[in-house]
């Protein structure tokens, strides 16, 4: 593969599959709006660095996409705002997580890509059926319009697509979205200082190196239809989180409040045993030992 182009390459999970991908040597272009954070720098540079090339633009905008995608020959599609800002301005969220999508999926056919890997979300579960999408958030319902577009585009001009349906995602770099309580608990403990988690109730908590190896693996993989699978991790009550943290940094001082997610807390994991390599999956226990991990080195790097 001579190049891959990550959307959304200043944020969180892109840091972790550009780690992954910089490691086996592929070359990454990463797009993101100006002022967007640079995370994959914090996490993969400097031993990387000559593999990343930022490129700004807006995934709003079908040619500063086309651009983007130019001498590429892969594409992993992440870019797009999170259920707060969905919910702030829908319109700008459909603008920026569907039509930004399509742009996307009309530049891999324009350029002759054969497969496009994007961040779908277990949001598009709403609270009451965990296997039936019912979504209930603006944020979940564009997610399950990309998924249908996704089929479409495979039916009608066989651009083949993996999506995958992570649930939380937490880990070293989570800092935004109301799903990272978990991760910012993680950093609080660290700095000894008291955080609330704005939500309760029970979820799927998946580590972000786990996520990040799915969409690696799918890269590399066969691409035939458009897929999409549920990424669940470990199901938690957000109790058993903050006690899992307080076990590991025993003077933590963590509570959570607020309602629970808006998705059905008993969502599994379907098929991705040949996309996430059976055995690597993080429990909780190391996740969190992990975050602690990373928190704490750039603590005393400060
Ligand atoms: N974090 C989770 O728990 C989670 C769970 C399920 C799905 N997802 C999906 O995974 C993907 C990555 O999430 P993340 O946690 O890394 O979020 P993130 O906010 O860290 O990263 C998203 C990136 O998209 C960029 N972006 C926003 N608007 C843009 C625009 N108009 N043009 C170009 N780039 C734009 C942002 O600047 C940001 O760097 C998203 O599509 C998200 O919906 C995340």
Not at 71 to 95: F, K, M, Q, Y
Not at 158 to 183: D, L, M
Not at 195 to 211: E, K, M, P, S, W
Not at 252 to 269: C, F, M, S
Request: glycine residues 10%; contains cysteine; hydrophobic residues 45%.
């Amino acid at each position: 593969m001579k190049q891959v182009l990550i959307t959304g390459g200043g944020g969180f999970l892109a840091a972790w599959i550009a780690r992954r991908l910089a490691a086996r040597g592929t070359r990454l272009r990463l797009f993101d709006v100006p002022g967007a954070p640079r995370t994959a720098s914090d996490i993969v540079l400097p031993r990387h660095a000559s593999q990343l090339d930022w490129r700004q633009g807006d995934i709003r905008s079908a040619d500063d996409v086309r651009a983007a995608m130019e001498g590429c020959d892969a594409v992993i599609h992440l870019a797009g705002v999170l259920t707060p800002a969905c919910s702030a301005n829908p319109v700008r969220g459909a603008e920026i997580n569907l039509i930004g999508s399509l742009h996307v999926f009309d530049a891999a056919r324009a350029q002759g890509l054969s497969k496009v890997v994007y961040a779908s979300s277990a949001g598009v579960y709403g609270p009451a059926h965990s296997r039936h999408p019912e979504p209930a958030t603006h944020y979940g319902a564009f997610k399950l319009a990309v998924e249908g577009a996704a089929r479409a585009y495979w039916n009608e001009h066989r651009i083949a697509s993996t999506g995958f349906r992570p649930f939380v995602i937490y880990g070293p770099g989570r800092e935004t979205g109301v799903s990272a309580g978990p991760s910012l608990a993680c950093r609080a403990a660290v700095r000894g200082i008291p955080y609330t988690i704005g939500f309760t109730g029970a979820c799927g908590l998946v580590y972000v190196d786990d996520v990040a190896e799915a969409f690696e693996n799918a890269l590399f993989a066969p691409a035939e239809g458009a897929k999409v699978f549920n990424l669940v991790g470990e199901l938690h009550t957000i109790d058993a989180v903050i006690a899992e943290i307080r076990r590991q940094v025993p003077d933590a001082d963590l509570r959570a409040e607020g309602p629970p997610l808006t998705i059905a807390a008993d969502v599994t994991e379907e098929g991705p045993d040949e996309l996430l390599a059976a055995g690597r999956r993080s429990t909780l226990a190391e996740g969190i030992a992990a975050t602690l991990t990373h928190y704490r080195s750039l603590e005393e790097s400060a």
